[in-house]
């Protein structure tokens, strides 16, 4: 673990935007366009069951915004840190506050910020270390937003056999990506669908972020994500607790990671100031794997 250097950082004030001209058309359009390509495939047809048990396309599309807490704890990384996070879900460009950075067993109020602004992910100050930029800025909201961002386009939607998680068969589909896509073209999710309710209860996903998908003989790890404690906010169901487990060629092999998230809003206004880089930020290269 790298010495922590957390220097203070004066925050933006936020400024409180319209909604852009053409909002609810564009919504309906992608709304529409989505639900094409989920039909188009059995996998896909799942998926749409489900993102409309968790609330439906046309709330997801009809909100500008995700913002909320992210805090996540990994012990293999031994790392632990809160951010407070605004997404605008049509760019998905995004910007965070760092609230809190240590140890799983001591996570300390710590003071930054670090974004992703379509272009670059930067972090404030240039000191602050623990944290890839590149890697963080997206995750947390990705997790987050599953399974509703799961029907972008460029993605692909297998049914495999039935599953069970906690003893209760479910429904199973693998989203993977075609080639090109984002900075993890080789990741995949392998969703848990619930057979009575269609909700998320948990994932299998993988992490190829600075690399690839493993060589011919290297062992599939994956992760176990359960997610629980699902809450509805501005008609969107999302999840806010989060727990993981490493699983090595299917068979699950100990704790690795959780998170929770709080302080939900889809519908909060997102400030495009917040994504200027501060004189005393650094840009984040691609990449050094993530563990």
């Known amino acids: 673990m790298h010495k922590l250097m957390l ?15 053409g909002a609810t058309d564009r919504a309906r359009s992608m709304a529409d366009d989505a639900k094409s390509r989920l ?9 749409l069951r ?31 840190f809160k951010t407070r996070l605004v ?11 760092l609230l809190e950075l240590g ?8 003071s930054g910020r670090f974004a992703w602004d379509g272009e670059d992910a930067w972090i404030s100050p240039d000191s602050l270390q623990g944290i890839n930029p590149r890697f963080w800025a997206t995750t947390g909201y990705y997790f987050e937003s599953i399974p509703f961002i799961l029907a972008d386009p460029g993605l692909h939607y297998t ?4 599953d069970t998680l906690n003893g209760m068969p479910h429904d199973m589909v693998r989203v993977s990506y075609e080639n090109g896509v984002g900075d993890s073209p080789g990741d995949t999710y392998t969703l ?21 998908p493993p060589a011919a003989g290297e062992p599939l790890r994956e992760t176990l994500f359960y997610y629980k404690n699902y809450t509805t906010v501005d008609g969107l169901t999302v ?45 984040q290269p691609m990449p050094n794997a993530q563990p």
């Not at 220097?7 to 319209?18: F, G, N, T």
């Not at 039909?39 to 998926?47: D, I, N, R």
């Not at 049914?159 to 039935?162: A, E, I, Q």
Request: one cysteine or more; hydrophobic letters at 35%; proline letters at 8%.
């Open 50 to 80: 489900s993102i409309d048990a968790h609330g439906g396309l046309d709330a997801w599309y009809g909100a500008p915004t995700s913002s909320y807490t992210w805090d996540y704890s990994n012990v293999g990384s031994n790392i632990r």
């Open 159 to 162: 049914v495999l056999p039935d």
């Open 239 to 283: 999840a806010t607790r989060f727990r993981g487990f490493n699983v090595v060629d299917g068979v699950l092999s100990g704790f690795k990671n959780e998170a929770w998230a709080g302080d939900i809003s889809f519908s909060n206004p997102f400030d495009e100031r917040r994504l200027a880089m501060p004189e005393d930020g650094r840009v």
């Open 7 to 21: 220097i203070a950082v004066l925050a933006l004030a936020s400024c409180e935007l319209p909604p852009p001209p």
């Open 39 to 47: 039909e188009a495939s059995e996998g896909g047809q799942l998926l």
């Open 87 to 97: 997404a605008d879900n049509y760019s998905r460009r995004i910007y965070h506050d």
């Open 192 to 212: 848990f669908l619930n057979k009575e309710t269609a909700m998320v209860d948990g994932i299998r996903y993988t992490v190829t972020f600075g690399g690839g």
């Open 103 to 110: 140890t799983p067993e001591n996570p300390m109020p710590a």
